[in-house]
């Protein structure tokens, strides 16, 4: 259940734990218990396992900048064997002959 933050304008600020369905309702202050506004407030993401952070990072970041990688390119295979141009068959480019 995500934690919101509420100010009444007598006592303060104050969290407070309550269901996302609600979140929209003002909160109630824990003292006077009259009607609190809710705060806009950054989210707590020190809270969470740095694997975690990082991933959510690397995939907000890919969103907007990809990072392309380049690999070589493959290596010819090395074997003993006799390599022949390919030809052509018969008059016909699109297939090969052997030759």
């Not at 104050?14 to 269901?19: I, K, M, S």
Request: contains cysteine.
């Amino acid at each position: 259940m995500p934690i919101y933050e509420y100010e009444c304008s007598e006592h303060g600020q104050f969290e407070a734990q309550r269901p996302m369905r609600l979140s929209a309702e003002p909160g109630e202050c824990p003292v006077c218990q009259g009607a609190a506004r809710r705060l806009l407030s950054a989210t707590r993401t020190r809270l969470l396992p740095r694997a975690t952070s990082l991933a959510r990072d690397r995939n907000e970041k890919s969103q907007h900048a990809p990072e392309v990688r380049h690999s070589p390119p493959p290596r010819a295979a090395s074997g003993g064997g006799i390599k022949r141009p390919l030809q052509a068959g018969h008059g016909r480019p699109w297939m090969l002959g052997h030759g």
